[in-house]
């Protein structure tokens, strides 16, 4: 009796353990990296507060005011004002909402075209060469000055298609993911090298499944791990390319205040309202540290080789 009594608390301490999934192992590695951690909160609470703050700190952030124009960070102000007295903190929590925007658009194009090219020239022979030939030439063209070109010669046009700030906005998602997506490419084509000489994926073939069903359901599921890395560090680029191209005055209209075109507005003013210039660049460098802090994290939680150190 006193043997059957031990075996039953173990027999049901077994019975009731916990299911453990890929995804909830991920999560238990992700949250053990402390950087990880600290750019997940960082990005949560500038998400939350560019999304919810407008509506708490309902400030017009294109109201003229000359009266308090250049105020420093003040209780009215919390951010301060720029040479016309539009409120800053206004200014930037609206700015973060496009560049934020921008940033996961922009990524979204690059994926989805980096994953589509990465899959088919590693799973058929015949794609390879011309697919990845075609990624080098890619690779090789100067991507800033690319941009300034394609930017220029249809900004007008679609401006006067679709408006002035949803036409440039289109138009910079498109073009800085339509230019970033061959290291994504060249990722996702060596995992599918890879997984497509494992076991499971010849048993598919060898059953007759057809290939596209084969790619589809077989082999690209278990690349999806170097995509979402791959996918957060993108989300960083995008957001940087963007502040660039605002910065030079060739990303979006002056009424539209993203942090990059804050950037350019107020860098006639440094030297006198040099907040004006801080809360953008701030807010960039958060983001984007955040969001690679956020990539060490998922890299070493989705890497097999890492997972149980």
């Known amino acids: 009796m006193s043997v059957q009594s031990e075996a039953i608390p173990q027999l049901t301490a077994v019975t009731t353990r916990k299911y ?45 005011d000359f009266a308090v124009a250049n105020l420093a960070p003040n209780a009215e102000h919390p951010f301060g004002t720029d040479n016309l007295g539009r409120d800053q903190l206004a200014r930037n929590l609206t700015g973060g909402r496009i560049s934020i925007a921008v940033g996961i658009t922009a990524m979204l194009i690059s994926m989805t075209v980096g994953s589509l090219v990465g899959s088919l020239a590693g799973y058929y022979p015949k794609l390879d060469g011309p697919l990845m030939r075609f ?40 073009v800085i993911g339509i230019l970033n997506w061959m290291p994504t490419s060249r990722v996702v084509r060596a995992s599918v090298l890879s997984i497509k000489e494992k076991e499971f994926v010849e048993a598919a073939v060898s059953i007759g499944t057809q290939q596209h069903i084969v790619l589809a359901k077989h082999v690209f599921p278990n690349v999806l791990s170097p995509i979402i890395v791959a996918a957060t560090l993108s989300v960083a680029s995008a957001i940087l390319t963007e502040s660039a191209l605002s910065f030079l005055g060739l990303g979006f209209p002056s009424d539209v205040p ?7 507005d107020g860098k006639d003013f440094l030297t006198f309202t040099p907040w004006v210039v801080i809360w953008p660049g701030l807010f960039i460098s958060l983001v984007v540290l955040g969001i690679n802090f956020m990539g060490d994290g998922l890299r070493d939680a989705l890497d097999p080789r890492l997972r149980d150190r």
């Open 20 to 64: 453990r999934t890929l995804w909830g192992d991920v999560w238990v590695k992700f949250r053990k990296h402390r950087l990880a951690m600290i750019g997940l909160t960082i990005l949560t609470i500038i998400i939350l507060g560019v999304l919810i703050g407008p509506f708490i700190y309902a400030e017009d952030p294109e109201y003229i």
């Open 135 to 174: 990624t080098d030439m890619m690779l090789a063209l100067p991507i800033l000055p690319l941009l300034l070109v394609i930017i220029l010669l249809f900004r007008d046009s679609l401006r006067t298609v679709f408006g002035p700030e949803t036409g440039i906005f289109l138009l910079i998602v498109f």
């Open 258 to 264: 993203t942090w990059g075109r804050l950037l350019f």
